[in-house]
């Protein structure tokens, strides 16, 4: 398996970096006010195992107690997507999900649920991914998605959808946490935190992929994550996404932190090579006002467990 | 002796229903799901005809067949699941069937009729059993008919709850836990389901006219081990000829009128061994005996129609054969991975519906088919690309084939092998319509090389304006037809893509590629 070293990935994404300031003239609305204080801050970390690289990625947020009060009910929404195995890097890492259930229960929630509209049967997903088991190990309500549980949800500020089925159980948590792998994707090119969403909707979700970069924005309107964490611990840079060839999958041992989810798409693009300005949904979601994908103005910690 | 032989019914109906369960994702158990089926010597004898071969999963009904040269037509009695649900209908029409005749001996003939019918045809590469052996008209009713049914029911009163708005969570969890192996995940509904159920409703309601109807006049499973019964080595029901006083409560009680009018012979073909003569004798007269006595009873069967039957056998195979196929409809027959080549598969499928059944707890692609393939393909198991698809990492449905028409393979050979090609219809793809990207299709290719490619070229649209899109198109040598594509494109009706049998790869045929 081919790893990208890490110098040769600062290369990249520092250059993208440079090509999104030089290519954007206007500065992104820094919009939602969960996303206030330290709007822009982006935690990358890399070189540990997948606990505790999220335990320092919170850290170095303001704790998980700046998102969770005692009491809430959490949502952690990671890509069960498919019947692969987390070798693969089609699924989010299930030790991730895991770390990610136990510091929110830590910090006094009353309930974290972990659930995801799959693609595959989702007995298979739920099973061969392994997040079933550590997130039920890690104390998580982990569930399959009821057809009983989708109402349709007002998309006020909505381009192509004016509503669109959602899971009540995302609608009505008082965290939601976004824990998406970074993939490959063919109609996307990547799929990161704000594609993941596609997970807690009902209806034909097929109907999203024309128009998708409009329609995904209007999506990312109703709910929005108080918490992105990427998992890039293993990437799929092709074939995506779904995988299954090995080739494809890249070790880079990264988690990619952050409140606003704009940002940390675009942060995680630029480790498939990616400028953040070609991803059409993010230049999107930038003019709406989701968030900001220029990297130059977000202030970006960078933490090695190695050294 | 009656409730032993009542326990054992219930025992082996309880097995029966423990086993459908069995046949789900993801099929742990050591005990084979179709056990019930394998253990038919009817579908023995018929496949074995039809084939020209011995199936090794079958072996055991010939061992089944063979015991009952020593206890008759036990297996009727005491083991058929449909003899045990007939039974029970018996059971609560008792009071309509009272003071009843019930006797309509001269009908107990058609029994050996179907069944020459059906070995005549069979010898000939046509299959007749599935419509009328018992274990496969129960096992397909299960999937296709009360398994629904009853799954539709326990989800409708779950909503009912939940509709009520208390114990959400709790309930919830219950479903949860439901859905592990008993609810389907996802809804499961079966072409033909109502005529399934007007079939075994049908049969049930023959017994209005007398107790065991199906089994004393019509199953030709019953005629088989009738036929060995009738030739038996052991005595069975004796009666003792002083002590009986010709009271006739052994005949009335007899479910398959089997006690002649003399009140101390019986038709060995037509006794099930239930043992209610032997309870009911008040001089205890009768009584059941394995002590060996040979003589062959002649079964009721004239010459003359052992050849009327065979000619009908005869007619009937020729009408299924010269039946029109229609070339459209024959192309969309897509089997299930690791079927025999087309004709071997015939002569093996006996429509139980068994790779249906596990099927529906998966990719849910597989229904029964209707005449797409002729009348000889009817009920035959073929894909349906839009309601399901064959799921990647799956292989139990020829793990369930008691026949063997779906050969068991390995993963990684179900992975490779073909069922067909799917191709894009481009006046209903959006892409190619509508000018827009979309790519559903590719996204949901389950290969790690994708056999849905795709082009970026310069489409204009219908409004006049230029865009850069996305065309996909299939890779003819990479799609292995497992219809996911079909399933997820997003485009409603016959969709944007759809599922031919082009370049399939039976087993034991070579990859055309």
């Not at chain 1, 690289?53 to 850290?59: E, G």
């Not at chain 1, 807690?200 to 024309?210: A, L, Q, S, V, Y």
């Not at chain 1, 400028?275 to 202030?299: H, I, T, Y």
Request: one cysteine or more.
């Amino acid at each position: 398996m081919r790893t990208i070293n890490r110098r040769e990935f600062l290369r990249i994404a520092g250059a993208a970096g440079a090509a999104v300031a030089g290519l954007t003239p206007h500065f992104g609305l820094f919009g939602g006010e969960n996303q206030a204080g330290s709007a822009a801050k982006l935690i990358v970390v890399y070189n540990g195992n997948p606990s505790s690289m999220v335990q320092k990625a919170i850290d170095a947020l303001g704790g998980i107690n700046r998102f969770v009060k005692k009491g809430d009910v959490v949502v952690v929404k990671p890509n069960i997507g498919w019947d692969r195995v987390p070798e693969q890097a089609a699924t989010t890492n299930p030790e991730l999900v895991a770390e990610i259930v136990r510091l929110c229960l830590k910090a006094g929630a009353s309930k974290v649920k972990v659930f995801d509209r799959t693609c595959n049967e989702p007995r298979r997903c739920y099973h061969r991914s392994q997040i079933e088991q550590f997130a039920r190990q890690a104390g998580a309500e982990v569930s399959h998605i009821y057809e009983q549980k989708f109402k349709a949800a007002a998309i006020p500020n909505g381009q192509q959808l004016k509503s669109w089925p959602f899971y009540a159980d995302a609608l009505e948590a008082d965290v939601f946490i976004n824990v998406p792998i970074a993939k490959h994707h063919s109609l996307s090119r990547v799929t990161l935190g704000m594609k993941n969403m596609m997970g807690i909707i009902g209806g034909n979700r097929g109907e999203i992929h024309n128009r998708f970069d409009q329609k995904i924005v209007d999506l990312n309107t109703v709910i929005k994550p108080q918490l992105t964490i990427i998992d890039a611990v293993r990437i799929l840079v092709n074939n995506g996404p779904q995988g299954g060839n090995l080739n494809d999958v890249r070790e880079m041992n990264t988690i990619i932190a952050g409140v606003d989810p704009v940002a940390v798409d675009a942060y995680a693009a630029t480790l498939f090579g990616l400028r953040p300005a070609e991803l059409g949904f993010l230049v999107e979601a930038q003019r709406r006002g989701l968030g900001s994908f220029d990297l130059n103005l977000m202030k970006i910690e960078k933490i090695d467990l190695k050294g | 002796m009656v409730t032993a032989r009542r326990i054992s019914q219930l025992i082996f109906f309880i097995f029966f229903i423990y086993l459908f369960f069995q046949a789900a994702y993801p099929y742990d158990t050591w005990i084979p799901a179709d056990l019930f089926l394998r253990s038919s010597p009817l579908i023995a004898t018929a496949t074995f005809l039809a084939t020209k071969i011995v199936i090794p999963t079958l072996i055991i009904a010939i061992v089944l067949l063979a015991l009952s040269l020593l206890l008759g037509r036990y297996f009727c009695g005491w083991i058929c699941p449909l003899g045990t649900v007939i039974d029970l209908g018996d059971r609560l029409n008792r009071n309509f069937l009272k003071g009843r005749p019930n006797t309509i001996r001269q009908l107990r003939s058609w029994k050996f009729s179907i069944l020459v019918v059906i070995v005549i045809a069979s010898l000939f590469s046509v299959q007749l059993i599935w419509f009328f052996d018992p274990i496969v008209i129960i096992t397909r009713s299960m999937t296709a008919t009360l398994y629904p049914l009853f799954a539709f029911l326990v989800e409708a009163g779950l909503n009912l709850l939940l509709k009520i708005g208390v114990l959400q969570d709790q309930l919830f969890s219950l479903y949860d836990l439901l859905r592990q192996r008993i609810l389907p995940v996802h809804s499961t509904f079966f072409q033909q389901s109502v005529l399934f159920a007007v079939i075994l409703v049908g049969i049930l309601l023959l017994s209005l006219i007398s107790r065991r109807f199906w089994c004393r006049y019509l199953c030709p499973l019953g005629a088989l081990f009738g036929l060995f019964a009738s030739m038996r080595f052991t005595r069975g029901i004796a009666v003792a000829s002083e002590q009986c006083i010709d009271c006739g409560k052994c005949q009335r009680i007899c479910k398959m009128d089997a006690i002649n009018d003399d009140f101390r012979s019986h038709a060995r073909s037509e006794c099930i061994e239930c043992m209610s003569c032997v309870a009911v004798c008040p001089t205890n007269a009768i009584s059941y005996q394995l002590r060996p006595k040979l003589a062959v009873q002649r079964v009721d069967m004239s010459r003359r129609r052992f050849v009327y039957s065979s000619v009908t056998g005869l007619m009937t195979l020729g009408l299924i054969r010269t039946g029109f196929k229609s070339p459209t409809s024959a192309g969309q027959v897509v089997r299930p991975p690791g079927a025999l080549p087309e004709p071997e598969f015939l002569d093996r499928c006996v429509r139980c519906q068994e790779c249906v059944r596990i099927c529906s707890t998966t990719g849910a692609c597989l229904q029964p088919g209707q005449l797409e393939s002729g009348w000889e393909g009817l009920w035959t198991p073929m894909v349906n690309a839009r309601h399901g698809y064959c799921e990647y990492n799956c292989n139990l449905c020829g793990k369930v084939c008691p026949t063997g028409a779906i050969h068991p393979l390995e993963l990684e050979q179900k992975q490779q092998i073909r069922m067909g090609t799917a191709y894009f219809d481009k006046s209903r793809c959006i892409p190619w319509y509508r000018g827009e990207d979309c790519l559903v299709c590719e996204e949901h290719c389950p290969l790690p090389d994708k056999a849905i490619k795709f082009d970026v070229r310069e489409a204009r649209r219908p409004d006049g304006t230029i865009a850069i899109v996305k065309f996909p198109y299939v890779d003819e040598k990479l799609c292995i037809g497992c219809g996911i594509c079909v399933t997820k494109c997003p485009v409603p009706g016959p969709g944007g893509l759809f599922l031919t049998n082009a370049h399939q790869q039976r087993w034991g045929q070579e990859p055309i590629f």
